[in-house]
């Protein structure tokens, strides 16, 4: 379907068995001139990784071809951006991260259930949702500081380093497969985390210090 989009009727049937023969690089500046036929060839080269990497992300088929599709329209529109300093496939594989990342939270908004929705069990909703006893206010409060922090200081990673921590810490990955979904090496994704966890440490120690400091101003 995404091929499809790229390669339309306004492209001559030749042309796209021609572009077969075409170097990367050369589909690129032609797709880059607002050709739609040259950018579809990219797409055909770069289905099975993009669909790997959304499959993986989303475990969900129809998930996936969404967020490939996604993907590719929104390389589309972006590729002016691009400026070669990576590899096309780099490029292309975080942008399909970030639009698999994205359906996943769609997903979860869709989720979730009002709490004035009626609900077929007897139970009431308070009891159906907190039966189990909730820390004191203080845990609470200092939890849910230590959350926000925690999410303040990944949205300011750099976007390798955010990747790797959302891939493994967010969504569970194995290093392994975080690896694969990157096209990357299992060494490079243990670097990203061990920098990504460097630069998350300062800002939950200094949570920490101020906790401590207001506990024993009391």
């Not at 170097?23 to 607002?34: D, N, P, R, T, V």
């Not at 039966?131 to 926000?148: G, N, V």
């Not at 999410?151 to 990747?163: Q, V, Y």
Request: net charge positive.
């Amino acid at each position: 379907m995404v091929v499809s989009t790229f390669l339309s009727a306004h492209d001559d049937t030749s042309e796209v068995s021609d572009l077969r023969g075409w170097s990367e690089q050369q589909l690129i500046a032609a797709a880059k001139g607002g050709r739609r036929a040259p950018f579809g060839e990219l797409c055909e080269r770069h289905m099975k990784r993009v669909s790997c990497v959304t499959r993986r992300i989303t475990r969900n088929r129809e998930d996936a071809e969404d967020a490939a599709q996604e993907c590719f329209l929104n390389a589309f529109v972006h590729l002016k951006e691009f400026e070669g300093r990576s590899q096309f496939a780099s490029w292309l594989t975080r942008i399909a991260i970030n639009a698999a990342l994205m359906k996943l939270r769609k997903n979860r908004g869709a989720r979730e259930v009002p709490m004035d929705e009626p609900n077929s069990s007897s139970e009431p909703v308070a009891q159906r949702e907190f039966r189990h006893y909730a820390p004191d206010p203080e845990e609470s409060c200092s939890l849910r500081e230590r959350k926000r922090i925690l999410k303040s200081a990944i949205s300011g990673l750099r976007p390798r380093a955010r990747n790797v921590v959302e891939l493994i810490h967010l969504q569970q990955h194995s290093i392994r497969e975080a690896a694969q979904i990157l096209g990357i090496t299992t060494a490079a994704v243990k670097a990203r985390m061990f920098h990504a966890k460097i630069a998350l440490q300062m800002p939950l120690l200094q949570s920490v210090g101020s906790s401590n400091c207001a506990r024993q101003a009391e």
